[in-house]
């Protein structure tokens, strides 16, 4: 079965959640999936890399921000680092940096936008809880998939194989 959006939501409407189109394609992979893990921070990217360090076997890291377009939760070098440790893709509720880069990595990047400022790394968070933005609360290990039409999140895998 194909993973497009589009496909998929022709398949599944019924067992699927759209989140709405806020976000962007920054990566060089522009369709991504795999099983949610989560972060929520604000402003600070240290548990953003600290998720990234681990091995993604192919998971999604979703990464709430609050939205903030203050300073950016992620750039070339944690993109490459979660392409390196098996991690498809990233989606960000905030901004991103090293767009251009970003382009250049094989790797799924969604956010809101780009800001040049970097963030700052206390360590201040929530790792792998529901969270809640673009009318969606995803839950880890449920099931995102990401292209240039959008978002969808599903409960289990949708997909064949």
């Known amino acids: 079965m194909s993973l497009k959006t589009t496909d998929l939501c022709d398949a599944h409407s019924d067992h699927l959640r759209i989140v709405s189109p806020l976000f962007r394609c920054y990566g060089g992979r522009r369709l991504f999936s795999g099983a949610i893990s989560t972060v929520k921070v604000f402003e600070d990217n240290a548990l953003v890399r600290a998720a990234l360090e681990e091995p993604g076997r192919g998971r999604v890291l979703v990464v709430d921000g609050g939205g903030s377009m203050r300073c950016a939760l992620l750039g070339d070098n944690l993109a490459d680092l979660g392409r390196r440790n098996d991690w498809t893709g990233v989606l960000v509720y905030g901004c991103v940096r090293d767009s251009a880069d970003l382009a250049q990595i094989d790797f799924g990047v969604k956010a809101l936008n780009t800001h040049p400022l970097k963030s700052v790394k206390k360590g201040v968070g929530e790792r792998d809880v529901p969270v809640t933005f673009a009318g969606v609360t995803f839950h880890p ?16 895998a949708v997909h064949a194989g």
Do not use: K, N
């Open 141 to 156: 290990g449920h099931w995102l998939y990401a292209d240039e039409d959008g978002v969808i999140v599903a409960g289990e």
